[in-house]
């Protein structure tokens, strides 16, 4: 181990380009086959604040498209400070979410919605998982 000190990651910055080529060497993104990949993850995620790194992980390409993740969409609501949700129901045959939205004072959030999703749901969808 070498006593090469650890740089804040404000004080280094790599460029798109070279970050797409470590992505891809460090082989822990295996959806991410070459450069050009992990460039275009990275992108998406930075079109809307998501770092480089959580791009990796939650930005898929489905069918030509960029797609999130949940994880993903779950923060990006969580980060908004205006909307919040809370999981009210979670089992292997339905998955219940309240969403809410701060009130016009903006003190207090109000629930506007509700989505469920059960296991029927998936079958019709033809999902797979």
């Known amino acids: ?13 790599l460029t798109i380009n070279e970050m797409g080529n470590v ?9 991410t086959r070459d450069q ?9 995620g ?3 604040g998501i770092s480089p790194i959580a791009s990796m992980t939650g930005v898929y390409i489905v069918k030509g498209k960029p797609s999130l993740g949940a994880n993903l969409i ?15 129901e979670h089992t292997d045959a339905v998955c219940r979410i309240e ?5 016009f004072d903006g003190v207090k ?4 919605g509700e989505s469920k999703f059960t296991i029927e749901d998936a079958r ?3 999902t797979q998982n």
Do not use: W
Request: charged residues 25%.
């Open 23 to 31: 992505f891809v060497k460090s082989g822990f993104f295996a959806d």
């Open 109 to 112: 959030f109000v629930k506007v």
């Open 74 to 88: 779950a923060g990006c609501v969580k980060r908004s400070g205006r909307y919040n949700y809370r999981v009210v």
């Open 46 to 48: 930075q079109e809307l």
């Open 36 to 44: 050009a990949q992990a460039i275009v993850k990275i992108l998406a």
């Open 99 to 103: 969403f809410y939205e701060k009130d």
């Open 1 to 13: 181990m070498t006593n090469q000190m650890i740089v804040a990651p404000e004080q280094h910055q």
């Open 124 to 126: 019709r969808a033809g």
